[in-house]
């Protein structure tokens, strides 16, 4: 009698144990292909709009009219707020008459890399869970499969006469654990790694800008913050 392979079959026949890592095997594929999407979009939409905030900051424009500008923006590009943190921090400075360039532009780098860090951070933000997505799934799929290719040696040695088609549909069922398995974690690990490295060119676009940003600032320490 012919017996039915496909991936659901399998799967309804599994023992309980086998079904249960499946499951949840199948929850974190899930959240992962949810985590791939977002973070698509985000990075996709930071790129765009630190490209045009640059774009507008190399225009020439007056610092204080550009910080006023952006200042007051909830939602908008990381340099952005990294700009808006040194120029804040500078300004601030020259309100209360500190006169030392060397000391304002200490504050404003400070502030700056501080803005830079947690930005950094909201880029990474459920990197971790692909890379343990990525690492642990396998695993534990094989688990799964270990589990039921135990259960099915069991069940068999009750069986007088043992054939390839007593033996087969079983290592099928606790296969389908490992598969299920890579098939959450290759996507994940995939995805981690080029988000990995479009963060690090993000992160070294930010570094460059406050370093371009720092000299423009030194330049104006002793003067009215004006164009550049």
Known sequence: MNQDLSIVSLIAHASLTVQLVIAALLLVSLASWSVIFGKL??????????????????????????????????????????????????????????????????????????????????????????????????????????WGIMHAFVGLSNLQQVTLATVAPGIAEALVATAIGLFAAIPAVLAYNRFARQIDRSAITLETFIEEFSNILQRNAGAPAQGH
């Open 41 to 146: 979009i985000s990075l996709a939409k930071i790129k765009s709009s630190n490209e045009a905030f640059e774009q507008e900051f190399w225009s020439g424009k007056n610092l204080n009219e550009l910080f006023n500008a952006v200042a007051g923006k909830t939602h908008g590009a990381p340099l952005e707020r990294i700009f808006a943190s040194g120029m804040r921090e500078f300004l601030k400075l020259r309100e209360k008459r500190v006169a030392d360039s060397s000391a304002l532009l200490d504050a404003s780098r400070r502030a700056m890399r501080a803005s830079f860090q947690r930005e950094l951070d909201a880029m990474e933000s459920n990197l971790s869970f692909l890379a343990s997505v990525g690492s642990v799934s396998p695993y534990v799929g094989l688990f799964g499969t270990i």
